[in-house]
C-alpha cells in the first residue's frame, strides 16, 4: 500500500476515518478518488480487528 498513507496500521486508521469524515461521503468514494484498492485497505485495517461501518462512515 503506497498511497503516501501511514504503514502503521493505528495511524492509517486515524487519517482514513479523518478523511472520510472531512472530505468524503463514503469508504467507496475514498478509494475511488484516492486510487486505492478497497480490499487492500480493508485487510489492512481487519488486523487491528476495525471493519468499515456504513451507518457511521468510518472504520469502528
Known amino acids: 500500500m503506497s498511497w503516501g498513507l501511514p504503514k502503521d496500521p493505528v495511524m492509517l486508521l486515524s ?14 468514494e475514498l478509494c475511488d478518488d484516492m486510487q ?11 488486523m487491528i480487528d476495525y471493519a468499515y461501518d456504513t451507518g457511521r462512515n468510518q472504520f469502528v
Open 15 to 28: 487519517v482514513i476515518n479523518t478523511k472520510l469524515r472531512d472530505h468524503y461521503s463514503s469508504l467507496e
Open 36 to 46: 486505492i484498492d478497497i480490499s487492500e485497505l480493508s485487510d489492512r485495517l481487519g
